[in-house]
């Protein structure tokens, strides 16, 4: 039987996208792998056949050959892109290593095309809507770590005939999010301080531009990533067309969960503005926005009011203490 093999599975992304394929692609298996660092296994759909391994170490062959795998969505990362410069040696592990590793078994396994998810983090400083044209410039170690990747990747096609579609999405948010994790995603950040009575806290004055992409409006369009025609070697952005400063989103969610306290703290190593352009994922991807972004905030509320107490993830010990900030320390 065909499969579908999908790293970080444990994750947003990867377990949403596991439970759209069983759901509408019944001719297809799926295999999921993670290391369960950033992501839980009850998350994971019990039709996916799970294999627990880090990218970085383990071969990939043994669990490629089992399989029949036709598609591969490479989801895995440490996302925690303003953590990134204080952990250089786990981001370059956690996402090219790991990555060349997935390369590699998709080459010897012949595999109809790779999907990987980049970031908006390659495009670094510039003039948004950042466009799929535009060359990037990442500022810091994690959106040149999936920039390295985006490279490796097409270097493959060219060299090895893998094909492949780079996704970039933007702030990607909704159930089965990682809410535990202090260092990543700000809107799950505010809603684990919100459900343990802390104030929410805001880098800087809040005026930083950001566009939030609902999960649900994601799936089809990953899948098209795979399965069409048209997504063949192409690099697309895909998400939400609609900008908020970040303050703006504070108070929004304030209208959702009520009594929101904000907490400003020192500003931090980022882009000021980040949004893009979102023609091409329409186009061919046949993305569509029918989700805003307080509906989406009223779902992802109502899921993590009733999620198990889990203990927040704090890095035990970093890498570089030089420069970190006050509010991780």
């Known amino acids: 039987m065909k499969a579908v093999l999908i790293t970080g599975v444990a994750g947003l992304i990867g377990s949403r996208m596991a439970k759209w394929v069983l759901a509408n692609k019944p001719n297809y298996q799926v295999i999921g792998v993670d290391n369960l660092s950033g992501g839980y296994e009850d998350h994971i759909d019990d039709k996916v056949i799970f294999y627990k391994a ?70 670094g400083n510039g003039n948004p809507p950042f466009d799929e044209e535009d060359q990037p410039k990442p500022i810091d ?52 301080q919100k459900l343990n009575n802390k104030p929410i806290t805001i880098c800087g004055d809040g005026s930083q531009r950001r566009a939030f992409s609902y999960i649900d409006d994601c799936l089809l369009p990953l899948w098209n990533a795979a399965a069409a025609a048209g997504a063949s070697k192409q690099i697309i952005n895909l998400g939400s067309k609609q900008e908020y400063t970040i303050l703006e989103a504070a108070k929004l969610l304030d209208q ?50 009733v999620q198990p107490k889990r203990t927040q993830f704090v890095w035990p010990k970093y890498e570089l203490e030089k420069g970190l900030y006050q509010f991780w320390k």
Not at 87 to 103: D, E, H, L
Not at 156 to 178: F, K, M, T
Not at 277 to 284: G, L, N, P, R, Y
Request: a negative charge.
């Open 54 to 123: 880090d990218l970085a170490t383990e071969d990939l062959n043994r669990i490629f050959s089992l399989h029949e795998v036709e598609y591969v969505y490479h989801f895995a990362a440490y996302a925690a892109e303003g953590l990134s410069p204080f952990i250089r040696k786990f981001n370059y592990t956690n996402n090219v290593v790991a990555t060349a590793n997935v390369i590699n078994a998709c080459i010897t396994h012949k595999v109809k095309r790779l999907v990987f998810t980049s970031s908006m983090a390659v495009y």
């Open 141 to 192: 170690p994690y959106g040149i770590a999936k920039f390295a990747c985006e490279m490796d990747i097409q270097v493959a096609g060219e060299q090895h005939a893998l094909d492949w579609c780079i996704i970039r999405p933007h702030n990607v948010y909704g159930a089965h999010q990682n809410i535990w994790d202090r260092y990543r995603n700000v809107l799950g950040i505010w809603i684990y």
């Open 256 to 305: 959702i969960v009520g009594g929101v306290q904000i907490k400003f703290t020192e500003g931090r190593h980022e882009v000021h503005l980040a949004y893009s352009t979102h023609e091409k994922s329409e186009k061919i991807l046949g993305f569509k926005e029918t989700t805003d972004l307080s509906s989406g905030l009223k779902e992802m509320w109502e899921w993590a009011k």
